[in-house]
Structures are given as C-alpha cells and as structure tokens.
C-alpha cells in the first residue's frame, strides 16, 4: 500500500509540475505577443504617466515605511515605468500588477522576510547584474531597471523565486492585482 501511495504522490507532482510549467510557458508567451502586438503604437503622453500615477495612489495601501514615495515620487515611478516598458516591451499595466503584488505599500525601502528589496523587491544578488542599471534598489529608477532586465530574462515564476508547487498561484496574483 505504501509503495502505491507513493507512486500516487509522486505522478500528481508530477502533473502539477508540468501543469505549473505548461501555465507558465503559456502565460508568458501571452505577455510577448501582447507586447510585441502593441509595442509600434505606444506613445506616452503626459496624460498617460498622469492615469499610471493616479492608478497607483488608488491601488496603494497605507505606507508606514522610511521609503513611502509622495505624489511627486509616485508620478515620477509611473514615468519610469512607461520608459522601461516601452524600452523592454513590457505594459505599464502589467508592470503595474506586478508592482502591486510585490510592494503595494510603495515604499522603496521595503525589504521582504526572503531579503528582496525596494519597489519591486529585487534580491540583493541581482544588483549591478544588468547591464545598465545602477546597484542601489532602494532607487525608483535603479529597482525598476533591475526588475524588468529580470522579467525579460526569466518568466513571472522564476522572478519570483518559485521553483515548487506551492507558490503556483503567483501569475493568478499578478493577473489579478490592478482587475
């Protein structure tokens, strides 16, 4: 009875891994396509950083950190975020989501239990990895840079640090963080 029970467990891990996998492949290619459809389009006027800005004050929980961002610093963010989405291909919205998921509060010093740091809660390991950023996370424009270098490199989970099972849910997060 142990044997089969094992082998139970281990072909519904099996599917689940697989599962995570598939999901994965499947969302982050989605990301791609929706990005490369509208990259040629995009244009940023001021109107657009304005509606990111407002979108993140609503969004935003109540700050109590050193780094909580101002609306000078929030607007700013918004701006930063549609320059590197343009220049990445990512969408502001889906930066967005991933933003709100990973530090809602917006405070640019926020380090996790697991030790990722600022906006976008990098992990120490990755400052000054990327060609073109700067090594201090707990700058807008430095976390920013380092997290969408991270994006293009690897998918949602893997940017995350999810490797197992449990922690499958984080693309439904993202998806579902700004809807």
């Known amino acids: 009875m142990t044997k089969k ?13 697989f599962k995570l996998v598939f999901d994965t492949i499947e969302f982050a290619e989605k990301v791609v396509s929706d990005a490369e459809e509208s990259y ?17 004050s609503e969004l935003r929980r109540t700050c109590n950190g050193n780094g909580c961002l101002d609306s000078d610093d ?11 989405s343009k220049t990445f291909g990512f969408s ?38 990327w ?8 700058s807008v424009s430095d976390n920013l840079c380092h997290s969408v270098s991270i ?13 197992k099972v449990y922690c499958m849910t984080y693309v439904q997060k993202v998806q579902d963080a700004t809807e």
């Open 5 to 17: 029970l094992t082998l139970a467990l281990a072909i519904i891990s099996f599917t689940l891994t």
């Open 40 to 56: 040629d389009s995009w244009t940023y006027p001021e109107a657009e950083f304005r509606s990111t800005s407002q979108k993140l």
């Open 74 to 84: 929030i607007y700013r963010l918004a701006f930063e975020m549609h320059s590197f």
């Open 92 to 129: 502001p919205q889906k930066l967005t989501q991933i933003l709100m998921v990973e530090n809602p509060w917006l405070d640019s010093t926020a380090v996790s239990p697991a030790g990722a740091i600022g906006l976008m809660q990098v992990m120490p390991f990755h400052a000054g990895a």
């Open 131 to 138: 060609s073109g950023c700067g090594q201090n996370l707990t």
């Open 151 to 163: 994006l293009e490199a690897y998918t949602l989970l893997r940017y995350n640090g999810c490797t």
